[in-house]
């Protein structure tokens, strides 16, 4: 009996040890006197760390389930979930300084990150409908406090409460899906589900397609792929910076992996049904936020919707049941973080006038005032323009080509117009630095946490360009088992 | 000299090393702005003598690529880092490394904000544009002609006035018409062939359909490239406002790009297609040709002049290419070179007559006789005079012509008798037109620094038209490999 119960411990460790560990620091930090914040902030990127250690230490070749089936480990399971404590580590290390300048410095912002990716890394590693419920639960829970944390402001505390109702209703349309499909196979189990549509044969019932649908459909709310962006326009204009960034990434990256995991890997012969799907989900979020940031001038917005537009992008990979196509998605995940967070990097440090300000028109004439700034912003920003030969080209050229051997042409050609059409609103923001005349400089003095985080993503962008072959190696051992 | 050396690496990136160090450089911005002139002049001065090097070590009797280099770059797809020179790609890296300090020299004073950023700009722009002529695979050459177009546009934008919009509009346009064709042109080839390498390529064999697609898919950046009509609004519009960094660039050199494109992607890997188009093209570039001429026969002012003829210059480039005969492309790639040398020096003379005598040419120069004498050379130069570069040039492509149909020879023929007529009449409304009074124009000679510009370009155009040999053995081998592919198949 103790021989069966400690590996699955063993399987859940970071997981066991984040929440253990979060609890401590808030105990810790509640009784603290001064300097909570900060003590909390070190600490808790300490505990990702180890948790990240944790993950590699057991790490895999298989698949392996635990607590039942509840739980899966694989190493595509382990990628993602590094990508994420990565993610969340840099947010909390983003935090610390704009916080503190800001005014919303409190102890309980890194404690709600470590519960927002606990929530994320049960999403990533469920295997039951019921754990992908949990950890949908806890990882939205922490985003909406987090949303609204300015408690001084009424706009955000409004902007809170819109998010979440509206993540309310995905979750809605979430556990729909989860009971019909739980109605026509029997079991809530990925495994178990997985078998009992097998068994069925030809006879699919309607039903457990219209369960599948919803399922998906509250999953793509959640990350709010169109049409369920409402939230990103409004959330993102009244969160503060690091928590915009939080939740571009770290959900998406999640939902993605999890999308992965159960259609690829065990709906499998159900590739004909849920294709058409998730094509029609990844042209729409390609094609609309790409119009949509044509005519924005908010710069938080504006990345907003290209972060969008590259999910939908990353979603053809998964419409393509290739091999070549999960591991271009993890490649892209990758390089989507770095980007995302060099850019989201330089709008934190855009004060002026000890304001931050994040209008596309206070970027004018930057590469005079700041130029190295400018330089990590032009080299983000045309990794995510997809301009060769930076590094979200090789990205995209990946997903491109494997889009191309499954001969989806026209997902392809809706792939490269609607990068060109996002590449044109990228370019004017940096028309808009380099071209245009310096009015009022920016503030200098960025934050060393903030010149860090620049500093590597954009290094790290520079060297995938010339060296992608680790990467790419590692994405292609941990899609090897699907 | 020693072969282990990756000299084309070298060429291509040292540029890049000089951006770095330019990078670096801290203080006021006027010493700020010296320190990156001198230090981008010390980069690509022994660039220049690399790439003489290179020449030195060209065997022109072997065919075939030479100083390869190869490095597997994204070894998972197949697509590798490889660099290699033939007898077309040689000359057009040597004119680079030439015409880049050139450049750099005649902005030496006239640039006066903002050098630090032009310097760096020039050298990635040296970097990208060597890189793309010494690139055989196809994914690397798109990621050089596109990462070339970067700098390009960021130098319109920045140091030309009142052009920032036009320059970003302008890219944006570059995106759609050179990025989606090339993009979608390698990801078919790569679908099909698995395979980006361009040796391994120039064996493979394509559908009749797929060239002919294929074929247009690359026709559309490389025209856009060399700025023939419908897309010779990019260099018009500036109107010779700007620095003459930018026009000397744009004019000189990436019309280069769109010609060697041609010659290295469409016609080798496409030879069904290019029979098959190649007559159209022929007659399309006669018609830019003659387009070009009727606009230069209404002389508005000198720069316009100037401008309209380096597009014609193109336009004869490219009757010479798409004669597809030996004599053509030869004539074609002659041309090239000579027009890079002869349109660099026009345009440095136009710049001399609007920012430093800050006179229309039309009124005599009386005291400044050097300039005289090397103004009316390039002017000689443009024409084709026999001695100078273009002649021989002009001799080929007539050559080639000929070989192709009487018709053509006809047209051509007339073309020149009618740009000689022409030049000649600006020539005088030039030299010889009204006298304005001399105390209000400054009537410096050429400097030392001028004369250092210029008579590199005089003495390699001189070169050019009195010993050609050296040139035309080094070209004569890879154009045969072409022309005899071409040859062999039959005409459908």
Partial sequence: MSTMVTPAFVFASAEIFLSLASVFILLVAVFRRKGTTTFAAWAVVGVFSIAAILILSNSSDQMKTAFFGLFITSPHTEFVKILILVCSALTVILSNDYLKREEISRFEFPILIVFATLGMMIIVSAGDLITLYLGIELQSLACYVLVSIRTDSFKSIKSGFKYFLIGLLSSIIFLYGCSLIYVFSGATEFIKISQSIDALEEDLPIGFIIGLIFVILGLASKISIIPFQTRVEDCDKQAPVPVTIFLLVGPKIAVLSLLIQFLAGHLWFLFDQWQYIIIALASISMFFPSLMMLFEDNLKRLFVYGATAQTGFALMGLATGSDDGFSSILIYFCIYLTMNFGVFAIILSMRQKKQAVDSVRHLAGLSKSHPFLAFSLLVAIFSMAGIPPFAGFLAKWFILISVMDEKLYLLLFMGITTSCLAAVSYLRILKIMYLDELSEPLDSGISNEAQFVIFTTIALLLLFSFVPDPLISVAKAAVSYL | ?492
């Fill in chain 2, 1 to 492: 000299m020693t072969n282990d050396w990756p000299v084309l690496s070298i060429v291509t990136f040292l540029p890049l090393a000089g951006c770095f160090f330019i990078m670096l450089t801290r203080g006021e911005d006027e010493a700020v702005g010296k320190s990156s002139q001198y230090i981008a002049l010390w980069t690509t001065i022994p660039t220049l003598i690399i790439s003489l090097f290179i020449w030195v070590n060209y065997d022109s009797s072997l065919s075939g690529f030479q100083m390869l280099e190869q490095a597997s770059w994204i070894s998972d797809i197949g697509i590798k880092y490889q660099l290699g020179i033939d007898g077309i790609s040689m000359f057009l890296i040597i004119s680079t490394a030439l015409l880049i300090p050139i450049c750099i020299f005649a902005t030496w004073k006239s640039i006066k904000s903002r050098v630090r950023e032009h310097m760096i700009v020039l050298l990635v722009l040296e970097t990208t544009i060597i890189g793309s002529f010494c690139a055989l695979d196809i994914f690397l050459f798109v990621c050089f002609v596109i990462a070339a177009t970067i700098p390009l546009h960021l130098m319109v934008g920045m140091w030309e006035k009142n052009s920032r919009y036009h320059a970003f509009f302008n890219f944006s346009i570059n995106i759609f018409l050179m990025f989606i064709p090339l993009l979608g042109a390698v990801l078919f080839i790569y679908g099909s062939k698995s395979t980006t390498d361009l040796i391994i390529l120039n064996n493979a064999n394509f559908s009749r359909n797929s060239q002919i697609w294929l074929f247009i898919a690359f026709c559309i950046p490389f025209m856009t490239m060399m700025t023939l009509f419908p897309f010779h609004k990019r260099i018009l519009n500036k109107q010779g406002d700007g620095e003459i960094g930018t026009l000397i660039m744009l004019t000189c050199i990436l019309t280069k790009m769109g010609v060697y494109g041609f010659l290295r992607f469409s016609i080798p890997l496409f030879p069904v297609a290019t029979n098959l188009f190649a007559p159209y093209m022929l007659v399309f570039t006669i018609v830019i040709a003659v387009y070009a001429l009727i606009i230069l026969m209404i002389y508005k002012n000198f720069k316009s002049f100037v401008l309209f003829t380096l597009i014609l210059q193109m336009g004869l480039i490219t009757i010479g290419v798409f004669s597809v005969t030996e004599h053509g492309i030869r004539g074609g790639i002659f041309m090239m070179l000579s027009h890079s040398f002869v349109g660099a020096g026009l345009i440095i003379c136009m710049k001399i007559f609007s920012d430093r005598l800050k006179a229309e040419p039309g009124h005599l120069m009386n005291g400044i006789p050097t300039f005289l004498i090397i103004h009316v050379f390039i002017l000689l130069a443009v024409i084709g005079i026999p001695g100078t570069g273009s002649f021989i040039g002009n001799l080929s492509i007539i050559l080639g012509v000929i070989e192709h149909s009487f018709l053509t020879l006809i047209t051509v023929f007339t073309l020149f008798m009618l740009l000689l007529t022409c030049l000649l009449c600006v020539y005088k409304r030039v030299l010889f037109g009204k006298v304005l009074n001399h105390n209000k124009i400054n009537m410096r000679d050429l400097s030392l620094r001028d004369l250092g510009i210029l008579s590199p370009l005089i003495g390699l155009v001189l070169w050019m038209g009195i010993y050609p040999m050296p040139f035309l053995n080094v070209m004569s081998t890879s154009i045969s490999s072409i022309t005899d592919d071409l040859k062999m198949l039959p005409i459908n």
